[in-house]
């Protein structure tokens, strides 16, 4: 039991410290492209490439980790997200960002599966929650954290934070190769490795095929629009408000704050007394609002309280359909939910595309449109997600 609770620490450790790298770039990354004069259509393109990597990637790193074991991937991981965030701090000119950007999404894809499948290969039954719940809050307290470092290293220089979490990064490689063991005996391994990225995208056209349709074009839609606010967001306040890192950071910082206070306290009890279709409805109509409060902030502090509505309503929705997908099918679970996120990371790729196209017409276009695409997706759950007779099911 002892050794349980060490490895969930150190995995705990490791995925804050990737999710830290990840979360050190949002207050950053819009003063980067803008020291080298590029659009908030190339910074559109930049943030879309980690999703695009990590879907295509998140099923070969998985079938990585089932032939060899868990614990070189996670090395991999951690190393890779290293040499990603190095790259960032070194960067010169736009290509390198791009590169950087590129490698930290495909090591992210190592790193996450592979720790959701450590804690598979490692824990009973009854203490498989618990372990994921450590997945959930190492995501939480390193999306707070890292914004923030950002924003306070980044004000006197951009290149600090980068190297700050590169070499913690670092650290829980060494602390993974030195103390984490392998969870995967070699008699349960897969020797046959499947790098066919092609039946990722057969399983999800199969999906829009099937009655998890209307899940899947939610959750798609949802993922699309939320990104709208969330791509391109460091721009915007550079170019409305005059801000620098320190103030994104804090701005950043209020959003994962009430994130993960909402998940963690108010999301599952809000499901149980009204369900999860009147909390998608409720949060829709609220993403619908915010999106225009936020156009409505004059000042850090009213742009601190309208991003921390909008996050409060974004915190109540992701959950809440993902519930409803592992409720509402018959389908294995990790199918699934593979599928559903699937379509959230192809929305978060094609999203910020836009965004960055409609900041460099008009810095409140993006937000304007975010909000259209939820009063969109509350139509589409108003009159297509009704209460289901029976679970779904995709025809043999």
């Known amino acids: 039991m002892q050794s349980q609770r060490r490895n969930l620490a150190l995995l705990y450790f490791t995925l804050t410290v990737i999710l830290l790298g990840f979360g050190v770039l949002i207050p950053l990354e819009a003063f980067l492209v803008d020291k080298f004069g590029a659009s908030g259509q190339e910074l559109g393109t930049l943030i879309s490439l980690h999703a695009l990597c990590q879907l295509l990637f998140s099923p070969i790193w998985g079938s990585i980790s089932d032939s060899v074991g868990r614990k070189p991937i996670l090395m991999v991981g951690a190393l ?18 791009f590169i950087a950007r590129a490698l930290a999404g495909i090591f992210a894809a190592a790193t996450l599966p592979t720790a959701l499948a450590f804690i598979s290969d490692s824990t009973s039954r009854e203490d498989r929650g618990g372990g994921m719940g450590v997945i959930g809050a190492a995501m939480g307290t390193g999306m707070v954290l890292g914004p923030g470092i950002g924003g306070w290293l980044g004000a006197n220089s951009l290149s600090l934070p980068f190297f700050v979490a590169g070499g913690l990064s670092l650290l829980a490689a060494l602390l993974i190769y030195l103390i984490l063991p392998e969870s995967l005996p070699a008699r349960d391994r897969n020797l046959r490795v499947e790098l066919d990225i092609k039946s990722r995208f057969s399983a999800m056209w199969s999906g829009l095929k099937g009655p998890l349709a209307l899940f899947l074009m939610l959750s798609f839609l949802v993922s699309f629009g939320l990104s709208n606010m969330e791509g391109v967001f460091g721009l915007f306040a550079l170019e409305r408000f005059g801000f620098g890192p320190a103030q994104v950071g804090i701005v950043m910082v209020v959003v994962g704050s009430v994130v993960a206070l909402v998940q963690m306290l108010l999301t599952g009890p809000a499901t149980k007394r009204w369900g999860e279709r009147t909390i998608i409805k409720a949060a829709l109509i609220g ?20 991003t921390g509505l909008f996050a409060f309503t974004n915190a109540m929705l992701r959950p809440s359909i993902s519930s409803l997908v592992s409720k509402e099918t018959d389908l ?21 595309l ?3 196209f409609l900041l460099d017409i008009r810095t409140d276009l993006p937000y304007l449109a975010g909000s259209l695409f939820m009063f969109v997706g509350f139509l589409f759950v108003q009159f297509k997600l009704k209460k289901p007779e029976e679970k779904i099911t995709l025809p043999a």
């Open 80 to 97: 890779g997200n290293a040499l990603s965030l190095l790259m960032f701090g070194l960067s010169t000119q736009l290509w390198m960002l």
């Open 332 to 352: 294995d679970q990790g199918f699934a939910l593979g599928l559903n996120s699937s379509f959230m990371s192809l929305g978060r790729f094609v999203g910020p």
């Open 354 to 356: 836009l965004a960055g």
């Open 287 to 306: 993403l619908t609002g915010t999106f225009l409060l936020i156009l409505t902030a004059v000042d850090l502090p009213s742009l601190m309280l309208t």
